[in-house]
Each structure stands twice: as C-alpha cells, then as structure tokens.
C-alpha cells in the first residue's frame, strides 16, 4: 500500500534538496556556491546575469511569496527582481548567500503547515491560479536558473585557470 504524504512536505523535501542537497538534478545551490568568492559571483560572462545576480534574483522571489504564506500582501514586481544591493565584501556575499538560505528553509516550513485541499485555492488573486502551481512554478524557475549558474560557475573557473 502507498502512504500518502501530504503535498506541502513534498515540495518542501524538493526545495531542501534544491538549497541544501542532494536534489534530484545532481547538483544543488549550496553545493555550488560553498566555494564561489565574490569576485566570482559579480564576474561577467558575455551579456549573462552575475552569480550573484542570479542568487538575489532566485531568493527575491521566495522571499517575496514567503510573505504571503506568513499572511502578509504580495507586493514583489518582476521588474525589481534583480535589482540587488551593492555588495562590496566577501562578508556582504555570504550574508546575502546565508538569507537566501535562512529564507528557503522558513519557506520550506511554511509549506509543511499547507493543508492538501488548500493547494488548489487560489494564489493570493485567481488570476495567479492555484497555491500549487505557484509553488512548483516558484521551483521549477529556481531550477531553472540553478543550471544557469552551474554553467556559469564552470566558464568562471575554466577562466581562473
């Protein structure tokens, strides 16, 4: 018989895995950011996002709907999305790197309190759809721009030789 484990620890299993490892693509952000200095984070590659750019990008928006699961407004924009503060010192880099972090792992606890049936209310305006699809939206685009930096991270390295 399958036991039935309830959605929301399902999807907070996946983003522990996707933060923390070992996630399902093989690869996973702490694994590939334990060991990137700064200066690699802002480094340019072609017309590409930063490292670092991609990190505040990726937290931005589970920061943003961790807010609403706390109860609160949805009030990120898309347009702000990669607009992240000046980071000058490697202190600066991990912290941002460490809330990224703290941020999933609060998100990933508000997921486990989501009944099943209230997966399929709506997200915050119908017009968003589903808690659910925004939930798997929100890891799907994560992993999505987690391939990007892992590709990035190999031409910043192959560059540093």
Same mark, same amino acid.
């Not at 017309?47 to 750019?53: D, F, G, P, Q, S």
């Given at each position: 018989m399958i036991m039935h484990t309830p959605i929301g620890q399902q999807l907070a299993r996946q983003l522990r895995e996707y933060f923390f490892g070992p996630s399902f693509t093989g @690869? /996973?952000?702490q694994e590939l950011l334990e060991d990137l200095r700064l200066e690699q984070a802002q480094m340019t590659i072609g017309? &590409?996002? @930063? #490292?670092?750019?991609l990190v505040y990008h990726i937290n931005y928006y589970i920061a943003g709907v961790l807010v609403v699961l706390r109860g609160g407004e949805l009030t990120i924009k898309d347009r702000y999305s990669y607009d992240h503060p000046a980071v000058e010192t490697e202190q600066e880099w991990k912290a941002l790197v460490d809330r990224s972090y703290r941020d999933a792992e609060a998100f990933a606890k508000m997921l486990e309190q989501i009944k099943d049936q209230d997966f399929y209310e709506p997200f915050v305006d119908e017009k968003y759809g589903s808690y659910l699809r925004n939930m798997v939206g929100l890891l799907e685009h994560? &992993? /999505?721009h987690l391939?990007? #930096?892992a590709l990035l991270k190999k031409l910043i390295l192959a560059q540093d030789k």
């Open positions: @690869t /996973y952000m017309e &590409h996002n @930063t #490292i670092l750019a994560s &992993h /999505y391939g990007q #930096i």
